[in-house]
């Protein structure tokens, strides 16, 4: 468990506990967050916080940035490092600010962009019509097809008749791997951007069990609190100069204004963390892991999104499965101190406030140090519980079990075995 705090302000340090203590004893299968290292929070707790600096190391607006121009050039080089990059600005408060730079980098408002579309797996920012990637640009989507599955033919076909400024890939609820170099084939072929969004992969991706897209993408963007297990933020990565300067105008003065040093701090030394062996470790046994728990539902005829995964998620169709849908399934587990996100599945027909799946994800709960046999047990769990929710005793019995299992595997304070 995390250290405890006391404030003077002992309103928001309630919650703040309280939210701590929600953390330590939930099973969080919630496939975007982690549980981050003692050291990434105290930098993010850092006197970092008071510094302004607009501008980049060596060039800011202000004084006294001697030391976070050092800060923030070491987190570039590591990430640098990590991605096999040659530029990387590392200022992008979220992933989809750092979208809206991107897209502002490369892009005239108006122009024509193609991504996968939200209810294949695909994000917001990805062309959604109430993002801002929907609203200022002209927005195409693909979709997987039947199985679940990327169909690279399919999408070329549809850039030959869009003809798009830009293809973006890599998503939110894709579970199968993304082939970066079909993606560049198909936009040689239509001459447009391609921009890789690896911000659920990159974890896998720094371990080398996922293609890297660097050799094929003109941008890359990735959020570093995913798979990545750093503080919240984002970071932009290219290999080619020119783009690099764009993006860099475009997330200061595009899009923000001062960086968060405090969070630049905390990203770099998130990247000190994924440097170490021990991360390599733990991206292998987040995916075995992820393959034993999506096994474990297939096994009992539960339908999966594209079949067995082949990262760290997975999405279940819950309405054809159980009967209930998304938000329904997601209040059950709930009740038994499960964390799940509902999801919209391809060609959902309820809304994106319904949805007939959830997505689940194995990057937090391995963190804590879950193995094949403890994603067993949940998986059996969570489809008991799901069969049965109407069944209260039943739910109360699991409930106490859950909290048996978080309990044995409490929040690790590092993630450095020394
Ligand atoms: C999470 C995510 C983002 C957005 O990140 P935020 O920090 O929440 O803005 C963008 N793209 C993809 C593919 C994501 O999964």
């Known amino acids: 468990m995390y250290k405890k705090i006391s404030l003077d302000d002992k309103e928001i340090a309630q919650y703040i506990n309280l939210e ?4 330590e004893n939930n099973i969080e299968l919630i496939a975007s967050e982690n549980y981050v290292s003692e050291d990434v929070l105290r930098a993010a707790g850092s006197c ?11 060039k800011r607006y202000y004084g006294g940035c001697e030391n ?4 923030e050039k070491i987190a570039q080089e590591r990430a640098k490092k990590l991605f096999n990059v040659n530029f990387v600005n590392v200022q992008p408060y979220s992933g989809s600010v750092a979208n809206a730079a991107v897209y502002m980098s490369l892009l005239n408002p108006g122009d024509k962009v193609l991504g996968l579309s939200l209810d294949s797996g695909g994000h917001l920012s990805h062309g959604y019509r109430i993002s801002f990637s929907g609203l200022f640009y002209e927005s195409f989507s693909y979709s997987v097809d039947e199985s679940g599955l990327l169909n690279y033919d399919e999408i070329l076909k549809i850039a030959k008749e869009i003809k798009p ?38 974890g896998p991706i720094i371990a ?9 993408a ?46 630049i701090a905390a990203k770099a ?42 990262n760290h998620l997975f999405m279940l169709d819950v309405k054809s499965s159980y009967g209930i849908t998304g938000k329904e399934a997601t209040e059950i587990l709930s009740k038994i101190n499960i964390t799940v996100n509902k999801n919209s ?19 937090a709960m391995t963190s804590r140090g879950f193995k094949e046999d403890e994603f067993i047990i949940i998986a059996n769990l969570i489809d008991k519980a799901l069969r049965e929710s109407k069944n209260e005793a039943l739910l109360i019995m699991i409930k106490k079990e859950i909290a048996k299992l978080a309990n044995a595997f409490p929040i690790k304070r590092t993630y450095i075995n020394r």
Do not use: W
């Not at 302004?52 to 190391?57: D, F, K, L, R, S």
């Not at 170099?181 to 198909?186: L, P």
């Open 20 to 23: 701590n203590e929600r953390q």
């Open 48 to 58: 970092l916080t008071n510094k302004y600096g607009e501008g980049y190391p060596g």
């Open 68 to 71: 976070v121009d050092e800060i």
């Open 165 to 202: 400024k830009m293809i973006i890939c890599g998503y939110s609820a894709y579970s199968q791997i993304v082939h970066f170099d079909k993606f560049r084939k198909i936009c040689d072929e239509v001459n447009a951007y391609l921009f890789a969004d690896i911000s659920h992969i990159s």
């Open 208 to 216: 080398g069990l996922h293609p890297s897209p660097s050799p094929y």
């Open 218 to 263: 003109d941008v890359i963007m990735t959020t570093t609190h995913k798979t990545l297990r750093g503080t919240r933020g984002a970071i932009i990565m290219t290999n080619n100069e020119e783009i690099y300067k764009k993006i860099n105008r475009s997330v200061f003065p595009g899009y923000q204004g001062g960086p968060l040093f405090h969070q």
């Open 269 to 310: 030394v998130s990247f000190y963390e994924a440097l170490q062996p021990e991360f390599k470790q733990y991206q292998e046994q987040l995916i075995t892991n992820c393959k034993v728990f999506c096994q474990t539902f297939i096994n009992k005829g539960v339908k999966v999104i594209s079949g067995l995964t082949k």
């Open 345 to 363: 599945i391809p060609n959902d027909t309820e809304n994106p406030m319904i949805t007939s799946g959830i997505r689940l994800g194995t990057a």
